[in-house]
T-cell receptor, first 116, second 106 residues
């Protein structure tokens, strides 16, 4: 596709349920990032994939969070046993390489997760 | 003290004014990133830089590695530039500033 695609755009889930968020990066982009932004808060880095290297998981807030990237393309962020504090907009970004282009990265429009 | 500090936190200016947003950081970095977040929440990546200066249209970004400081300038500002501008640095992890909320009045 022409841009970074995220699905679903909105997700409401009950506390304790598992959720999966999907990111389709731009074709050929080897670098993929997940971020989140809680209401009224700044951006928070979650996880970074670069090609076939082991992902940088240093931003994941707890072991309830995990992410995969299959075939160097689509990525899925999974949150197990969701809690209300997980409510946020989850953003995905991709780039042709780690350093980004002169303009940085291309962001998806995000998935708004609400845990009730 | 935050590792990435932006100033000002809020800025209101008249259309046409020259705008400067500052970002200071206290850690060693490999690159610095300027982002723009529109009122609807969408994020646009503006610049990624590790030295010197970059220009794109009316936007100019500079970085001084020795002083650990970057500036984002907007020339001939326009109401459509109204957004939150976010500075992020690449250290051993990615660290975001809290953003500068810019409002350009027509």
């Amino acid at each position: 596709g022409a841009g970074v695609s995220q699905s679903p755009s909105n997700k409401v889930t009950e506390k304790g349920k598992d959720v999966e968020l999907r990111c389709d990066p731009i074709s050929g982009h080897t670098a993929l990032y997940w971020y989140r932004q809680s209401l009224g808060q700044g951006l928070e880095f979650l996880i970074y994939f670069q090609g076939n290297s082991a992902p940088d998981k240093s931003g994941l807030p707890s072991d309830r969070f995990s992410a995969e990237r299959t075939g160097g393309s689509v990525s899925t962020l999974t949150i197990q046993r969701t809690q209300q504090e997980d409510s946020a907009v989850y953003l995905c970004a991709s780039s042709p390489h780690r350093g980004g282009t002169d303009y940085g990265y291309t962001f998806g429009s995000g998935t708004r997760l609400t845990v009730v | 003290k935050n590792e990435v500090e932006q100033s000002p936190q809020n800025l209101t200016a008249q259309e046409g004014e020259f705008i400067t947003i500052n970002c200071s950081y206290s850690v060693g970095i490999s690159a610095l990133h300027w982002l723009q977040q529109h009122p609807g929440g969408g994020i646009v990546s503006l610049f990624m830089l590790s030295s010197g200066k970059k220009k794109h249209g009316r936007l100019i970004a500079t970085i001084n590695i020795q002083e650990k400081h970057s500036s984002l300038h907007i020339t001939a500002s326009h109401p459509r530039d109204s957004a939150v501008y976010i500075c992020a640095v690449w250290a051993d992890k990615i660290i975001f500033g809290k953003g500068t909320r810019l409002h350009i009045l027509p």
